[in-house]
Each structure stands twice: as structure tokens, then as C-alpha cells.
């Protein structure tokens, strides 16, 4: 198992979330350890990350980019969740690569800087906006970068517009994994 080959600050830290998967809304392990292999093997380097909560996810993604030499940018809109996320971070040893924001995710992702690009963007925050979030992150992603979004299976009506619409994207080949909330995977192909 990922996890046993982390220090074990971080495996009673991952440990403890998990117990608050459901107060926080976050990622099931199974879905964390897919997207710590898929950055660890795309070798990304620059991902970003819709919605933070108390780090769970963000501290998965952190450790796979502790091993491609990247970095993660991560958008949160609440302060609390946001303040127990950079400590996790901190205890997790994450910290030094991870740029937290908080706001509004479709303003900040609207407002980031035109060179801004992305290897790899990982969605789980606000359902019915992930259409906006597609189209605001889609100018950055790179030729071969991946955007995932979770919940696609579990909140299907709420995400669908945004599966119908990178479905019929002629530049976009994607998939849906049956993992446990359902994981959208698509690759920008052009």
C-alpha cells in the first residue's frame, strides 16, 4: 500500500481524516491512491486543485509531487477548512510545494495569470459549477494534461451539463472510472 511508504506523521494524519471523510467531503482512499499514481506516472508539475477542504486530497497530491518535483495549487473557499488544511499540510511535510488560495474558486481560476499552465487539474468542489471550472482551466491545461473531477457517479444529475459538454469536445478523450464517488478522467488531446 502508497501509504505505508509514507513517514508516520503523515500515515496517522491521512488515518485520522479519513474518520471525517464524510464531515469534510472528501476523496475515499481508493480515489487518493489512483490520483497519487496517475501524478507520480504522468510525472506532472504543475496541478491544480478545486476545492481543498481539510487537505486530505491535497496531501495525496503533495507527496506524488514530491517525487516529480512539481507543485500544487489549491483553492478553498472557507477560511476553516483552509487554516486546517495548510496545517495538515505543514505536519504532513507538503507545505513548501503546495500555493494555497482561498476565494471564490471561478473567480481566482478566471484571474490566473495567462502563462499559467497545468499538467494535471483535479475538481471536487461545487457540483453544478464544474462546467465553469472545465471552461476557465481548460485555457491552461497543457497538450497531454489531464483534468479529474470526483463525484461524477454520486452527483450525476448535478454534473451532467459538464459530462455532455467535454464528451462532445472533439479536443478531449474522456472517461468515467468507476471508482467509488465516480472519477471523470480526460485527456486534452489537441
Known amino acids: 500500500m502508497i501509504i505505508d511508504t509514507f513517514d508516520n506523521t503523515t500515515q496517522e494524519i491521512l488515518k485520522e481524516l479519513e474518520k471525517t471523510q464524510k464531515d469534510f467531503w472528501n476523496i475515499s482512499r481508493t480515489t487518493a491512491e489512483f490520483l497519487y499514481n496517475f501524478v507520480v506516472d504522468s510525472k506532472a508539475q504543475s ?3 478545486v476545492g481543498t477542504s481539510n487537505g486530505y486530497s491535497g496531501i495525496w497530491l503533495g ?3 514530491k517525487r516529480t518535483g512539481g507543485k500544487l495549487t489549491t483553492i478553498e473557499f472557507y477560511d476553516k477548512r483552509l487554516d486546517i488544511a495548510k ?4 505536519k504532513c511535510g507538503v507545505a513548501d510545494i503546495i500555493e ?5 474558486a471561478a473567480t481566482i481560476l478566471e484571474y490566473l495569470p495567462r502563462d ?12 453544478a459549477q464544474y462546467i465553469k471550472f472545465f471552461h476557465l482551466i481548460e485555457p491552461h491545461l497543457n497538450v497531454g494534461g489531464y483534468i479529474a473531477c470526483d463525484n461524477v457517479i454520486s452527483h450525476a444529475a448535478k454534473v451532467q451539463t459538464f459530462l455532455d459538454d467535454i464528451n462532445a ?3 478531449y478523450e474522456n472517461v468515467v472510472l468507476p471508482l467509488p464517488a465516480g472519477l471523470s478522467l480526460a485527456k486534452k488531446l489537441r
Open 47 to 49: 496541478v491544480i486543485e
Open 63 to 65: 507527496k506524488a509531487l
Open 87 to 90: 496545517d495538515n499540510f505543514a
Open 100 to 104: 494555497t488560495k482561498k476565494g471564490d
Open 116 to 127: 499559467f499552465k497545468i499538467d494535471f487539474a483535479f475538481i471536487d468542489a461545487n457540483k
Open 169 to 171: 469536445n472533439p479536443n
